[in-house]
Every structure is written in C-alpha cells, then in structure tokens.
T-cell receptor, first 110, second 115 residues
Framework: QKEVEQNSGPLSVPEGAIASLNCTYS??????FFWYRQYSGKSPELIMSIYSNGDKEDGRFTAQLNKASQYVSLLIRDSQPSDSATYLCAVHSNDYKLSFGAGTTVTVRA | KAGVTQTPRYLIKTRGQQVTLSCSPI?????VSWYQQTPGQGLQFLFE???????NKGNFPGRFSGRQFSNSRSEMNVSTLELGDSALYLC??????????????FGPGTRLLVL
C-alpha cells in the first residue's frame, strides 16, 4: 500500500468552477500535511500547510483535514487557467522526510 | 530573502560516470532534503541532513550519497551512473528549529540526463 494516495487525474474543470483534490495517507501518526503546486518543468511550490482537523482557508484555496479518516483535501474555488498544474499532497510523520502522492493534474478550461 | 539555489541546473552524463549536485538552502535554514523526481516514480525521498548529520535516508542504492557542510550547504553524489538515474533532482530546505523538517521549500532542481 502506498503511503500517500491521491485521486487519479487528470481533472478538467471549467474556469470559475471548484476543483476538488483528495489525498489519503496510511500512517496514523502523521502530523503535518502539505499541498504543493508544480507547473510543468518547474519545481514544487508550497500552497498550503495544515496540522489540525478542520478547514484552513487561504484566498481561493481551502485545505481540509480529517485525521480519523486519514484524509486531506484541497479545494480551489473560482478556478483560473493559471491554476492548471499538478498538485502534490505531502505528509510528514516525524521521520525527517515528506512522503508525496503521485500528484493530480488539473486543467482549467477557459 | 533568497530562495533555495541548486547548481548546475542541467547536466548530461554518460553511463558509468559520477556526478555531484549542489544545494544552498534559504539563509538560516539548517535542514536540507534531497528528492528524485521521475515520471514513473514521482517524488522519492533520498536523504535529509541537519547540522551536517544525516537523519534519514530513503530506499536508494549506495551509489547515492550526500553530505552537508557547516554553512548548511549540501551536496549529493551519484556514482556509476545508470540510465535510470535520469531525473529531476530537487533540494528542499526548512528551518529545522523545531527539531524536525517542518515546512519545506524547494529549489529549482537539477535536471540530469544519463546517456
């Protein structure tokens, strides 16, 4: 079983819609959760971090964490063409490393 | 504040050669991690250093090694290159102040092509 799994893509959404990205993790002691955005040919860029159960909002992005269900999600509201990228879920479990999901590629149609 | 820098940005090597990649973390950051990214395997953890000590190592062969200097700059070395080593090698830094890696910020990466 993979440590971090993301919903398979690609995900295509119309401009202005909500893009919903999901991530599950296997290690129950995981403490920190991150969403990174990676444009083609570029390195990952941090979008959000979340540590406690519940929602965390930052502009058009909302991260949701449910530790009991071992589930973390990212919502992108009012999606823009510039949001077209691969989104990586990363989980940290007190072992000095991040474990990454395979990523979900999002395409926002103008 | 300057971000994470990596050199070189692009590299072409042939099988059997060795390569050294360099990473300078964000000023004040003491933790440096290395990842390999390939289309098939995604982002895979190589190793993490803090204050010149390797605290964790991923599941890679011994051909992959690294070190960290007293100024927190880090290098990774791959010996006896194989075609499968072609990848984007990413360095990430974090403050390390809380004793663990915390939020990591990535450099632009070094794209290695092995022929």
């Amino acid at each position: 079983q993979k440590e971090v799994e993301q919903n398979s893509g690609p995900l295509s959404v119309p401009e202005g819609a909500i893009a919903s990205l999901n991530c599950t993790y296997s290690d129950r002691v995981s403490q920190s959760f991150f969403w990174y955005r990676q444009y083609s040919g570029k390195s990952p860029e941090l979008i959000m971090s979340i540590y406690s159960n519940g929602d965390k909002e930052d502009g058009r992005f909302t991260a949701q964490l449910n530790k009991a269900s071992q589930y973390v999600s990212l919502l992108i509201r009012d999606s823009q063409p510039s949001d077209s990228a691969t989104y990586l879920c990363a989980v940290h479990s007190n072992d000095y490393k991040l474990s990454f999901g395979a990523g979900t590629t999002v395409t926002v149609r103008a | 504040k300057a971000g994470v820098t990596q050199t070189p940005r692009y590299l072409i090597k042939t099988r059997g050669q060795q390569v050294t990649l360099s990473c300078s973390p964000i000023s004040g950051h003491r933790s440096v991690s290395w990842y390999q990214q390939t289309p098939g395997q995604g982002l895979q953890f190589l190793f993490e250093y803090f204050s010149e000590t390797q605290r964790n190592k991923g599941n890679f062969p011994g051909r992959f090694s690294g070190r960290q200097f007293s100024n927190s700059r880090s290098e990774m070395n791959v010996s006896t290159l194989e075609l499968g080593d072609s990848a984007l090698y990413l360095c990430a830094s974090s403050s390390g102040l809380a004793g663990d890696i915390e939020t990591q910020y990535f450099g632009p990466g070094t794209r290695l092509l092995v022929l």
